[in-house]
Structures are given as C-alpha cells and as structure tokens.
C-alpha cells in the first residue's frame, strides 16, 4: 500500500527557516511534489520533484524554498528558508508513482509562521 508521510512542520517566526520531509513507501515514485492549503485560499502546487529530472516552483517559493529529494531513502526535503505569514497552510506531500495512475496525498503538517 502506498503511504505518504509528511513531518517538520511548525510554529517558526518570519524571516525563519523549515525543512520538511516526505517519506513514500510502497511504490517506486516519478515526481513528488508539495501543496499547501491556507485558510480562505485554493490548495496550490508548491513545488514539484522528478526522480532523475529538475525542480519546478511556485513564483511564490522560488529563490526562498529548495527541494532535494533521497531516492534511495524515498524522501523528499523541502527547506523552506524566509518564510513570511502568508506561508502559514497545511503543506501536503503528493506523489504519483513510476508506473503511473492516480496520486496519492500525505496527511500534511502545518506550518505556522508568526511572531
């Protein structure tokens, strides 16, 4: 069974950095990518990884947030770097598998950015 797992959220003031992780099991996975979901806003794609390709960014994110990703360890590790509060969501793992199909979704972490 495919399992997303995310960890590393929290309370970090602005200007301060995060770094979250991913973990997939269950599945050989072509990209993992994060969303996020703040309050009142649309859940939007944050960043995307492909196993043996480039990154791709939010314009919100980029320059600020870098995503490194352990195959080996199915990891994926956002480090989120000058986080401002409208950064403040839920950040969701998604992954989609080598061989295709649906997606799978991570049960996210909250990341609260305030003084």
């Known amino acids: 069974q495919v399992q997303l797992v995310e960890s590393g959220g929290g309370l970090v003031q602005p200007g301060g950095s995060l770094r979250l992780s991913c973990v997939a099991s269950?599945?050989?996975?072509?990209?993992i990518g994060w969303y996020r979901k703040a309050p009142g806003k649309q859940r939007e794609l944050v960043a995307s990884?492909?196993?043996?390709?480039?990154?791709k960014y939010a314009d919100s994110v980029k320059n600020r947030f870098t995503i490194s990703r352990d195959n080996a360890a199915n990891t994926v590790y956002p480090q989120m770097n000058s986080l401002r509060p409208e950064d403040t969501a839920v950040y969701y793992c998604?992954?989609?598998?080598?061989?295709?199909?649906?997606?799978?979704w991570g049960q996210g972490t909250q990341v609260t950015v305030s003084s």
């Open positions: 998604n992954a989609v598998q080598l061989v295709g199909g649906p997606s799978s």
């Open positions: 990884k492909i196993r043996i390709g480039s990154t």
């Open positions: 269950g599945s050989i996975f072509g990209v």
